[in-house]
């Protein structure tokens, strides 16, 4: 199974301030590589795929990037909306796996 | 509008078996891959299998962490997804979610149901 590192583990950033969430794969994933907003008592909202690809109606604040088998998440300016918990998926390979997720939190 | 909206979920005592329902609207079902995902409270999702879409024969496939126990189908009648889950253990409570699988180019979850909480418990 492909193995997901996600970094870390919780984050506590001010409004307007950059945040960044990493994920490590354990193998080559390509761009195969999406993230998600969960919200508490919701189900995870798509908000990156294709390592950098915005999904519909997500704000322009939100971008992705990959470095070789290291993948972040930007959020460019911290909004009061943005707390919640993050997770990368692989779709590369079935079993599809997500990180173990990143908590944030305004400050 | 795409909706997704599972059912089934409640108490059942360890070793016992549920159905889990999601009925799916706002989109051609036929064309899409399904999945179910769990997320056990207050931990990461994890994916439990996929059942694809009619040009691939509606075959499945499963996480090895459940395969034998669960059951993925669909009714492609009344455009509902299925999981048949039996010999369930208490590590299989979780809030369980239908998710759409978007597989035109890069391979994601682009949609996902409420969720239905699934305790197992005696």
């Known amino acids: 199974d492909i193995q997901m590192t996600q970094s870390p583990a919780s984050l506590s950033a001010s409004l307007e301030e950059i945040v960044t969430i990493t994920c490590q794969a354990s193998?080559?994933?390509?761009?195969?590589l999406a993230w998600y907003q969960q919200k508490p008592g919701k189900s995870p909202q798509l908000l990156i795929y294709g390592a950098t690809s915005l999904a519909d109606g997500v704000p322009s604040r939100f971008s992705g990037s990959r470095s070789g088998t290291q993948y972040s998440l930007k959020i460019s300016r911290l909004q009061v909306e943005d707390p919640g918990i993050y997770y990368c998926l692989q779709g590369y390979s079935a079993p599809f796996t997500f990180g173990s997720g990143t908590k944030l939190e305004i400050k | 509008e795409v909706k997704l909206l599972e059912s089934g979920g409640g108490l059942v005592q360890p070793g016992g078996s549920l159905r889990l329902s999601c009925a799916a609207s706002?989109?051609?079902?036929?064309?899409?891959?399904m999945s179910w995902i769990r997320q056990p409270p207050g931990k990461a999702p994890e994916w439990l299998g996929v059942?694809?879409?009619?040009?691939?024969?509606?075959?499945?496939e499963y996480n090895p962490s459940v395969k034998g126990r669960f059951t993925i189908s669909r009714d492609n009648t009344q455009n509902i997804l299925y999981l048949q889950m039996n010999t369930l253990r208490a590590e299989d409570t979780a809030i369980y979610y239908c998710?759409?699988?978007?597989?035109?180019?890069?391979?994601?979850?682009?949609?996902w149901g409420p969720g239905t909480m699934v305790t197992v418990s005696s």
């Open positions: 193998q080559d994933i390509g761009n195969w």
């Open positions: 059942i694809r879409n009619k040009a691939n024969g509606y075959t499945t």
């Open positions: 998710a759409r699988l978007d597989t035109f180019y890069y391979w994601y979850f682009d949609f």
């Open positions: 706002g989109f051609t079902f036929t064309d899409f891959y």
